[in-house]
C-alpha cells in the first residue's frame, strides 16, 4: 500500500460545483496532515491543516477519520481560481522529527 | 509572510558536473528539507535537516548528494556528478516546530544535458 494515496483524477466540474477528493495514508503513526495546493510547475502551498475535529476555511472543509486513516478536503461553490492540483500530506515520526509525505495529488478543473 | 528563498530558479547542466541549489529558510525555523518533482510525478522527499545534521534521508540521497548549512542562513543542496535523471524540480522546505506549517520556496528547475 501507497503511504499516501489520492485518486488522480481529473476532477473536471462547473462553475459553482461542490467537490470532494479524497486520501488514504498507510502509517498509523502519521501525526499531522494538511491540504497543499501545487498551480503548474509552482511550488506546493499551504492549503490547511486538518485536525480530527474537523476544520472549515471559507468554502473549503477538511475531515479527518483516524481510525480509517483517511482524510478528506470538500469545496464548495468551486471557482475557476480553484483550478489547481490538490496534494494530501502526511507527517510521519522520524529521529524526532516529522518527514512531509507527498500523495501524488488530485486534479481539479473548473470550468465555466 | 516570511518567504524561503531559492537560487537560481532554473539551471541546465551538463550530465557529470557537479551543481549548487541554494536555499534560505524563514530566519526563525529550525527544521529544513529538500524536495523533488520529476515533471508530471509526486513531490518526492530527499532529506531533512536538524540542529546542523542529517536527520532523515530517503533512498533517493545517495552518495551523490550532501546537503549544508555554512553560515547559519543559507542551506544548500549539492549534487556532485549529475546524470540525465537528475532533471526535476527541486524544492526546499523550512519549519519551525517540527510539525505545522512547512513552507516551501519557488523552487529550481535543474536541466541535466
Known amino acids: 500500500r501507497k503511504e499516501v494515496e489520492q485518486d488522480p483524477g481529473p476532477f473536471n466540474v462547473p462553475e459553482g460545483a461542490t467537490v470532494a477528493f479524497n486520501c488514504t495514508y498507510s502509517?498509523?503513526?502519521?501525526?499531522?496532515f494538511f491540504w497543499y495546493r501545487q498551480d503548474c510547475r509552482k511550488e506546493p502551498k499551504l492549503l490547511m491543516s486538518?485536525?480530527?475535529s474537523g476544520n472549515e476555511d471559507g468554502r473549503f472543509t477538511a475531515q479527518l477519520n483516524r481510525a480509517s486513516q483517511y482524510i478528506s478536503l470538500l469545496i464548495r461553490d468551486s471557482k475557476l481560481s480553484d483550478s489547481a492540483t490538490y496534494l494530501c500530506?502526511?507527517?510521519?515520526?522520524?529521529?524526532?522529527?516529522?518527514?512531509?509525505?507527498f500523495g501524488r495529488g488530485t486534479s481539479l478543473i473548473v470550468h465555466p | 509572510e516570511p518567504e524561503v528563498t531559492q537560487t537560481p530558479s532554473h539551471q541546465v547542466t551538463q550530465m557529470g558536473q557537479e551543481v549548487i541549489l541554494r536555499c534560505v529558510p524563514i530566519?526563525?525555523?529550525?527544521?529544513f528539507y529538500w524536495y523533488r518533482q520529476i515533471l508530471g510525478q509526486k513531490v518526492e522527499f530527499l532529506v531533512s535537516?536538524?540542529?546542523?545534521?542529517?536527520?532523515?534521508k530517503s533512498e533517493i540521497f545517495d552518495d551523490q548528494f550532501s546537503v549544508e548549512r555554512p553560515d547559519g542562513s543559507n542551506f544548500t543542496l549539492k549534487i556532485r556528478s549529475t546524470k540525465l535523471e537528475d532533471s526535476a524540480m527541486y524544492f526546499c522546505?523550512?519549519?519551525?516546530?517540527?510539525?505545522?506549517?512547512?513552507?516551501f520556496g519557488s523552487g529550481t528547475r535543474l536541466t541535466v544535458v
Open positions: 500530506v502526511v507527517t510521519k515520526p522520524s529521529g524526532g522529527s516529522y518527514i512531509p509525505t
Open positions: 502509517n498509523s503513526a502519521s501525526q499531522s
Open positions: 486538518v485536525y480530527s
Open positions: 530566519s526563525n525555523h529550525l527544521y
Open positions: 535537516f536538524y540542529n546542523n545534521e542529517i536527520s532523515e
Open positions: 522546505a523550512s519549519n519551525g516546530r517540527g510539525r505545522y506549517g512547512y513552507t
